[in-house]
């Protein structure tokens, strides 16, 4: 069974740090792409960041370059997505996402076969 969880939401002030992890299980890690999405109330759930596990290429949104970064570490089958200088409008539930079929599109949500339960970031100002 696959499975993806999500850790490491909370609050924050403005300017602060957090630290994602999606563990995953229940299939070959390397040959995925692992993706971060949020969805914040009222709007629609948007592409944060990608990573290939297979090659570790990254990517991410406009709106996040220079303050996120995704990494993986495959022996644990974890990605995660540091978060620095968190802006209130970074509020939102955060998703994983694993792609079996990468082709670069990562900000398509629809590329997405399996996706954890989500977890929770609030940014104060």
């Known amino acids: 069974e696959v499975q993806l969880v999500e850790s490491g939401g909370g609050l924050v002030q403005a300017g602060g740090s957090l630290r994602l992890s999606c563990a995953a299980s229940g299939f070959t890690f390397d040959d995925y792409a692992i993706g971060w999405f949020r969805q914040a109330p009222g709007k629609e759930r948007e592409g944060v960041s990608c990573i290939s596990s297979s090659d570790g290429s990254t990517y991410y949104a406009d709106s996040v370059k220079g303050r996120f970064t995704i990494s993986s570490d495959n022996a644990k089958n974890t990605v995660y997505l540091q978060m620095n200088s968190l802006k209130p409008e970074d509020t939102a539930v955060y998703y994983c996402?694993?792609?079996?079929?990468?082709?670069?599109?990562?900000?398509?949500?629809?590329?997405?076969?399996?996706w954890g339960q989500g977890t929770q970031v609030t940014v104060s100002s």
């Open positions: 996402a694993a792609d079996p079929h990468f082709s670069g599109s990562w900000y398509l949500r629809y590329e997405y076969d399996y």
